[in-house]
């Protein structure tokens, strides 16, 4: 397929060329794999970027890299070799001889472990630059030992601060070692944050005042920022909430639950306990979504799920069965989620559905399935070509596994979260892979929430932070758009 670059991906690839370590925080859809594949075919050409290591999540590091390569008519030639499976197979693969050699990042401690005398490459790119922002992680601290010795260092993200400024530390780190904001992590916010600690941990980090202007300053002659909104004219993004209330007796039990941390159950006859404020929210969660874990595990070794109500599961169905049965994506953050839609559709199609809208869902886990009775399952890539195709009416999905690097955008145009999460980098990605390039219809997302529930929170949480990223991307953009519109 012959190639014909935007602007904005020609300005994308001048950066890389004329910035040998820089940050691009571009947003998700506007190709920042093939600005990567040509920067490295124009460098591979003068000897500049012989042996490229690409770090990536594990779905992206198996696939799109080397499937975008060799998509393009220009990109002919550029060999690439995914360092994925056992040690085995991950040692045979940095053994062939290829331009470059795409990691997952959670392969990054074995391979500077492997290369602790000499690290052999002269150019990486981090794809999903964030997977680094915490500055104690041993991926983190593998990485720094070995990225200073290396003459070229791309970081990419579109979500560059999911949790605030703090995040950037780390990032920039990888990129400059250090150079403008500062060799430790302790400086850096000495310098610019005031910070709340409790026992000699940090538990609230709030910048001072000017501290943002001060950060962006100091990186912003090695991040470019780029905004979907500002070169694509995709269709319209609509998010809304949908209340879910759930009966009188329903919340007060959840009432008592989270005022206590104890919750009985008549089935059990066992109490199940929270033993933290984060095991007490994760609960509460659960308890949100309709059905929560116990302590005690079945007949195969699985922990045991009472169901506890069903005010979800028909908000979905309400959801599934308007606007002609589109198809949509949903979703899950529990595994007992994604079981009890399953079922409960399953339960409505011989009266309800057609075969074309038997829920389907999506897995990375290489794994066999158990007996499952009469529902239809699926998992694994042929399901995204077949969505694509418009053979699936619904899609299940944990965000984890599907929300980088999968282009999902002819299947449908809706999405359901059965419940968000707290993650926003995993969210805004999610939604990315319906709101992207090729999507010829306005997207609508849909939120679940359990009215006087921590699903309230959960939202909030995920608005705030999201407005404080748009900030710190939409001051870095600024520039590159007015320098832009000058020529």
């Known amino acids: ?58 779905k992206v ?26 040690a085995r197979q991950r040692n045979a693969a940095l053994e062939a001889d290829a331009d470059i050699y795409v990691i997952g990042r959670d392969s990054v401690v074995w391979l500077c472990e492997r290369y602790k005398k000499k690290f052999p490459f002269d150019m990486v790119i981090i794809d999903e630059l964030t997977s680094f922002k915490n500055p104690s ?21 579109g979500t560059p601060t999911p ?39 940090p538990i609230r980090i709030i910048p001072k005042k000017g501290a943002k202007e001060e950060i962006l300053s100091a990186i912003s002659d090695i991040a470019l920022a780029m905004r979907a909104e500002d070169w694509l004219k995709l269709p319209p993004l609509i998010a809304e909430n949908v209340p879910v209330r759930l009966d009188e007796a329903t919340m007060k039990r959840y009432r008592e639950f989270e005022t206590e941390k104890v ?33 005690n595990l079945n007949e195969y070794g699985d922990r045991e799920v009472i169901e506890i109500h069903d005010e979800k599961l028909k908000a979905l169905q309400d959801i599934y069965e308007s606007e002609d049965n589109s198809p949509i994506l949903v979703f899950y953050q529990y595994k007992h989620d994604r079981d009890r839609i399953l079922s409960y559709f ?19 886990l290489d794994r066999p399935d158990r007996d499952r009775g009469t529902i239809e399952v699926y998992r694994g890539p042929s399901e995204l070509s077949r969505w694509n195709k418009g053979y699936i009416g619904m899609l299940l999905l944990h965000p984890a596994s599907a929300a980088f690097g999968l282009n999902m955008q002819f299947g449908g145009r809706r999405i359901v979260w059965f419940s968000t999460g707290w993650k926003l980098e995993l969210y805004q990605q ?58």
């Not at 590091?61 to 975008?68: D, F, L, Q």
């Not at 990888?174 to 150079?179: A, L, N, P, R, S």
Request: net charge positive; proline share 3%.
């Open 61 to 86: 590091a198996e696939s799109t890299w080397s499937s975008e390569a060799a998509q393009w008519d220009h990109l002919a030639g550029l060999r690439v070799s995914n360092v994925i499976g056992g």
């Open 346 to 364: 399953d339960k409505l199609k011989e009266s309800r559905l057609s075969k074309k809208l038997i829920p389907s869902y999506y897995d990375t």
């Open 137 to 157: 992680s041993l991926r983190f601290k593998a990485l720094r030992r070995v990225l200073g010795e290396v003459p070229r260092v791309v970081g990419l993200t």
């Open 263 to 295: 919750l009985e159950f008549k089935k059990t006859g066992e109490p199940l306990l929270a033993g933290s404020s984060a095991s007490l929210v994760n609960k509460l969660s659960q308890y949100a979504n309709g059905a929560i874990y116990t302590d």
């Open 163 to 201: 949790q605030g400024l703090p995040d950037l530390w780390a990032q920039v780190y990888c990129i400059d070692g250090g150079e403008r904001l500062g060799k430790y992590v302790t400086h850096f916010r000495e310098r610019w944050f005031t910070v709340i600690t409790h026992n000699n941990v």
């Open 430 to 487: 999610a939604n990315a892979r319906l709101h992207r390039q090729g999507q010829k219809y306005p997207v609508r997302v849909f939120h679940l929430v359990a009215e006087g529930t921590v699903d309230e929170r959960m939202v909030a949480a995920l608005t705030g932070k999201g407005a404080g990223q748009r900030d710190i991307v939409n001051q870095l953009a600024a520039a590159i758009i007015a320098d832009h519109e000058k020529k």
């Open 1 to 58: 397929m012959r190639f014909v670059p935007h602007e904005y991906q020609r300005l994308a690839f001048e950066w890389i060329i004329s910035h040998p370590r820089c940050l691009l925080f571009l947003e998700m859809g506007l190709g920042k794999t093939v600005v990567c594949l040509s920067a490295v075919k124009r460098l591979a050409r003068y000897g500049e970027a012989e042996k490229v290591l690409v770090i990536a999540p594990k």
